[in-house]
């Protein structure tokens, strides 16, 4: 190199992974994304590259809305909940490619009766960058221009789509980005302007062994409603290839989002139905069921989660059921619990008018009342925390993804069965991305979506 104005290069990458739109209509709602994904590189003021960076992008998105004799059309050719898939290569909606050895598929829905239990126990294809270079030309079968294409979501329907990301060539810093594109409102005499945002909840987070569920344990990147996770991701998240399990989890210890509040009587609101921590937009650490909560009064019982210790005491009991306890909290705090009994459940939180505070203990929470005086039994017990989307790491700390190491990111999203009609004809429509940049000769990356 004789020309000492040459620079080399940082080969950048950005894949767009869903633009989504969401609308309601009449008493259900619709869920679509006018997605592309589309690779572009920049060399900009350069004549010598540091070499290619290629990010590979496959995915599983499932839908758990209308059943499928009532709206075939939501799903993919092999039924509900699957949707579609890339690679895929018979276009079934189930993730699958051809080998030398035969067909690697998602799951083998012929060994299970129920094609939804059959997603449970599916598995996101491990792949290479030979083989997924093959499918350059993705499609999003059945929908037309759309990753994601619903239009009548209900009340209680959710869906998600784990994607598995995978660098070749070059090792590089890899973002997660979102963005809130626009929202409208669908004028039932019941809103109060575009709400279908604040309605739905959301979360992201680290699929360890890709099966496309939340599994106790698998590390948080962030969640909330819809608005504030987009909000979150707008500001762009560094992903990481070996995420610490209590990422972003407030902790007592650690100070993070610690409020050190104790929750009890008055922080509770009765919500029918069956709520869950999904429902709250919020990851659960542990849910207790009835059989395995202490039986007398004065007995003490702790639950090791997988990101803290959850200690109950039973302080009240009738006819050989729970009726009310008290919890301590160790390694992290919550921000919420959930005490199901009868047709209904106790919410337990608190808020400071601006937002939710995390508690670290609770004092005589119990299932809803059927009388004056007497609780239904505790059916259940879930405790819920929300996440802290992660701090840009220090800069001699900054991870790394090498080639070939593939990493699944979970995205979901839910319409709480509380949602009412003033989000009747309401609209939303966000964007979703990875963007990533070489490590080579690039050790303090600035954050491309930072002010």
């Known amino acids: 190199m004789t020309n000492d104005t040459t620079e080399i290069g940082l080969s950048r990458r950005r894949v767009l992974a869903g633009l989504g739109a969401v609308g309601i209509a009449s008493a259900g709602a619709g869920l679509g994304t006018t997605a592309y994904f589309s690779d572009q590189e920049s060399f900009a003021g350069n004549t010598l590259t540091a070499g290619q960076l290629d990010l590979s992008v496959t995915w599983q998105q499932l839908y758990y809305g209308a059943d499928q004799s009532v709206r075939p059309g939501d799903y993919g050719s092999v039924g509900r909940p699957f949707v579609n898939a890339y690679p895929d290569h018979d276009g079934n909606g189930l993730q699958s490619f051809e080998r030398n050895d035969g067909v690697d598929e998602y799951v083998d829905l012929a060994a299970y009766s129920d094609p939804v239990e059959a997603a449970k126990e599916g598995t996101n294809l491990e792949f290479s960058c ?95 409603t819809l608005g504030e996770v987009l909000e979150a991701l707008n500001e762009g998240v560094m992903l990481v290839p070996d995420p610490d399990p209590d990422l972003g989890v407030p902790n007592g210890e650690t100070g993070v989002s610690s409020d050190g509040e104790t929750l009890g ?93 995390t508690a670290d203990s609770g004092e005589g929470l119990g299932a809803p009342f059927r009388t004056a005086e007497q609780r239904y039994g505790v059916s259940h017990i879930s405790f819920c925390y929300e996440v802290v989307p992660p701090k840009e790491p220090p800069a001699d700390d900054i991870p790394c993804f090498q080639p070939s190491n593939t990493r699944f990111i979970a995205f979901e999203w839910n319409l709480p069965t509380t949602v009412g009609n003033e989000v009747q004809g309401d609209s939303v429509a966000f964007n979703l991305s990875f963007y990533t940049e070489q490590c080579r000769h690039n050790p303090d990356p600035a954050n491309p979506f930072g002010a």
């Open 265 to 357: 009587d008055g922080d509770d609101e009765l919500i029918q139905g069956n709520p869950t921590c999904e429902d709250l937009g919020l990851f659960r650490a542990i849910k207790i069921e009835s059989e395995d909560l202490p039986e007398t009064v004065g007995d003490s019982e702790t639950y090791p989660t997988p990101v803290g210790d959850v200690t109950i005491t039973v302080t009240a009991v009738s006819d050989d059921d729970v009726r009310e306890f008290d919890f301590e909290l160790e390694g992290f705090e919550v921000s919420a619990v959930i005490v199901k009994g009868g047709a209904g459940a106790n919410v337990y939180s608190k808020s400071d008018g601006t937002g939710s505070l």
């Open 130 to 224: 030979a083989e997924i270079a093959t499918f350059d030309d993705p499609s999003f079968a059945p929908n037309d221009d759309a990753l994601i294409e619903l239009e009548d979501v209900k009340p209680g329907d959710a869906g998600e789509v784990i994607f598995g990301i995978k660098l070749c060539d070059n090792p590089g810093y890899i973002w997660l980005h979102g963005d809130l594109v626009a929202e409208g409102d669908g004028e039932h005499p019941e809103s109060g302007g575009p709400e279908l945002a604040d309605m739905m909840t959301a979360r992201a987070w680290y699929d360890l062994n890709g099966n496309n569920v939340f599994d106790e344990g698998e590390p948080a990147i962030v969640s909330g």
